[in-house]
């Protein structure tokens, strides 16, 4: 598992530098990559499982995910979002795909 820095995209709102832990080894529905957000006790009520909701990593990776459990980790203030990768975590976009052109100096 490795932590990650990012936001998550609900609808119109996001909720911005969550941070938790991804998991890109274990298959899950689809995915392949689950993993845990931290979020604060007042932003569940923004979260709903099994709905499908659009998380961006901070190192420009994005996919689709859906919560599958919430709950509040043991000594701690913040709550647990368990979540299963729905689309494949893509990374931005390489060079060759941008749609400016790349010009070569020479």
Known sequence: MSEFHGNLLIGGMR???????????E????GGWRGELFIEPWQNEYLQPGR???LELDDGRSGMIAITRL?????????QAAFDGLSPLAGAPA????SEP???SG
């Open 15 to 25: 909720l911005k530098n969550l941070s938790g832990t991804l998991d890109e080894g």
């Open 27 to 30: 298959t899950s529905q689809g």
């Open 52 to 54: 499908p909701y659009r």
């Open 71 to 79: 709950g509040y980790v043991i000594g701690e203030s913040q709550l």
């Open 95 to 98: 060079a060759s795909e941008r």
């Open 102 to 104: 790349v010009h070569a």
